[in-house]
């Protein structure tokens, strides 16, 4: 096996480092001014590099998109997982977290938008792949919140409770409900009809 020279180290951690903020850039962009904004140009124009050192980097813009959507979903995971730790009753957890992550997409509503838009693009691109692993990492996160139901029925609840939310996601946009109506759903997708 070859072993890495230091001059090898550097070239690597610059390779890195620049694709780093060119996935940076995507993600501005993403994030102010959407899908059909983010090509190779914009993200040249936002990022320290040039659009032919940015096809360096990348095989295309679908590549730097991918990674960028990912990386939003990572940074919106890791704030909802950290609402999680904030009390030990599960349905409290339960709540701060679904309260979190909903609130993500109230207070951005464009991240809603850009969520779905993504989705579609992806699908009809036929590259399902980023997509699908930003729903596992989702549906891990729901594993992790029913951790005190009985191990045959979470992974079911869970899968369930990521399709509810994804509807939640958009009714909020169109018509928000009130969390009241929104925490007896949980209760009963959670515990059945009987509720917590």
Not at 7 to 21: F, H, L, S, T, V
Not at 135 to 149: A, Q
């Given at each position: 096996m070859h072993s890495q020279t230091p001059?090898?180290?550097?070239?690597?951690?610059?390779?890195?480092?620049?694709?780093?903020?060119?996935?940076?850039?995507?993600?501005?962009?993403?994030?102010?001014?959407?899908?059909?904004?983010c090509t190779a140009r914009a993200v040249a124009d936002v990022g320290p590099l040039?659009?032919?050192?940015?096809?360096?980097?990348?095989?295309d813009i679908n590549e730097i998109v991918d990674l960028a959507m990912l990386a939003h979903v990572d940074a919106m995971l890791e704030g909802?997982?950290?609402?999680a730790g904030s009390t030990t009753d599960p349905d409290e957890r339960r709540w701060a977290v679904i309260t979190a992550y909903l609130a993500t997409f109230t207070d951005k509503p464009h991240a809603g938008f850009l969520w779905f838009e993504y989705w579609a693009d992806a699908s009809?691109?036929?590259?399902?792949?980023?997509?699908?692993?930003m729903?596992?990492?989702?549906?891990?996160?729901?594993?992790?919140?029913?951790?005190?139901?009985p191990p045959g029925t979470r992974d079911q609840t869970a899968h369930s409770l990521l399709s509810w939310l994804l509807g939640t996601v958009i009714q909020q946009q169109v018509h928000p409900r009130?969390?009241?109506?929104?925490?007896?759903?949980?209760?009963?997708?959670?515990h059945g009809p009987a509720g917590p």
């Open positions: 001059a090898e180290g550097r070239i690597a951690r610059n390779r890195r480092a620049k694709r780093g903020q060119i996935i940076d850039a995507a993600k501005e962009i993403l994030a102010t001014e959407g899908l059909a904004a040039t659009k032919s050192a940015i096809h360096y980097y990348f095989n909802v997982r950290d609402r009809r691109r036929e590259s399902l792949g980023t997509v699908q692993h729903l596992g990492r989702v549906h891990t996160l729901l594993l992790d919140l029913l951790d005190d139901l009130p969390a009241t109506d929104l925490r007896h759903e949980l209760g009963m997708i959670v």
